[in-house]
């Protein structure tokens, strides 16, 4: 089963596939979606069109076609085509689950990408198509094979982002270097801050202690925590961390700042007194959130 790339769910705890919807849509469904008597006794194996977390931990609708894209033109068609190839068997059945993507009515939908190199590069594979495992909750969704034409039109409107002209892929690569040198800034600018908060914090005879790198699952503002209002962290080794807005966080910047980071990995600052190492850091404490990636 392909699907388009790793949702941010496989990355909080142990790194596995599908660990969320989608996985309980597969559990529940696919006996549902396929023939099981054209395929009776096969195993699943899943595989990703791109191995990168295209959506960035964000919102699909924000990153994910566009980065999806970029990687495809760049190498991530080829190395699709080489890890499905390992993996291939004779008799094997591929079954094509990618979404088509939000920008579809305007750009080649991203399973018509994955089917067009799928065919151009094993014909005599047998594919099916099927919509993507998260639209299985709707019964009238699990079997419809979704459309895909090898008219003359419709595989010059499936060709792969690789062939397109010379002049679009400089300038898709001029703004991967652009957001490039954005993403080098923002972590520059994080080291700043953080080498401000040990100075603030040696000055008040204390320790910023940085916490190692945990997926930020989720946020809870204005919980009451040892009778104080505080947000909460919710990591994903399951544990949480707890900020005293009135004291720490009156203006809300450090709340808002980890709200952008929700999905993607983090390490939080404590402060410890000098002379009390863990006093307040091992009691889930935290002063500020810096992106780990």
């Not at 006794?41 to 919102?59: D, E, K, M, P, R």
């Not at 190199?117 to 019964?139: C, D, E, G, L, Y």
């Not at 919980?223 to 005293?244: A, E, F, N, P, W």
């Amino acid at each position: 089963m392909v699907l388009e790339s790793p949702h941010v769910d496989e990355f909080i705890g142990d790194i596995g596939p599908a660990k969320g919807f989608t996985g309980d849509m597969i559990r529940d469904f696919l006996h549902e979606v396929i023939n099981l008597q054209d395929v009776d006794g096969f195993g699943l194996v899943l595989i990703n069109a791109i191995q990168h977390q295209c959506s960035l931990g964000t919102s699909t609708s924000v990153h994910r076609d566009k980065v999806f894209r970029a990687v495809w033109a760049q190498g991530g068609q080829e190395n699709f085509v080489s890890r499905l190839r390992a993996l291939l068997r004779p008799n094997d059945v591929v079954m094509n689950c990618c979404t088509k993507g939000n920008d579809f009515e305007v750009n080649t939908p991203l399973r018509s990408l994955v089917e067009a190199t799928i065919r151009a590069h094993f014909p005599n594979v047998q594919t099916i198509r099927r919509m993507h495992p998260a639209s299985w909750r709707t019964r009238s969704w699990r079997c419809a094979a979704w459309r895909y034409s090898t008219e003359p039109k419709d595989v010059s409107e499936a060709q792969t982002e690789s062939q397109l002209p010379v002049d679009e892929l400089e300038a898709r690569n001029k703004a991967l270097e652009a957001q490039i040198l954005l993403l080098k800034k923002i972590a520059a600018n994080e080291q700043a801050t953080f080498k401000s908060e040990t100075e603030t914090a040696e000055s008040e005879k204390s320790v910023a202690t940085l916490s190692e790198p945990d997926a930020l699952v989720s946020i809870k503002e204005n919980q009451i925590v040892r009778g104080s209002v505080c947000t909460v962290l919710m990591m994903g080794d399951g544990s949480q961390r707890h900020m005293k807005t009135s004291t720490f966080d009156p203006d809300g910047a450090i709340t808002q700042k980890a709200k952008t980071l929700v999905g993607s990995k983090i390490r939080t600052t404590c402060w410890d007194p000098k002379g009390s190492p863990g006093r307040w850091s091992s009691q889930g404490y935290f002063r500020n959130v810096y992106s780990a990636e």
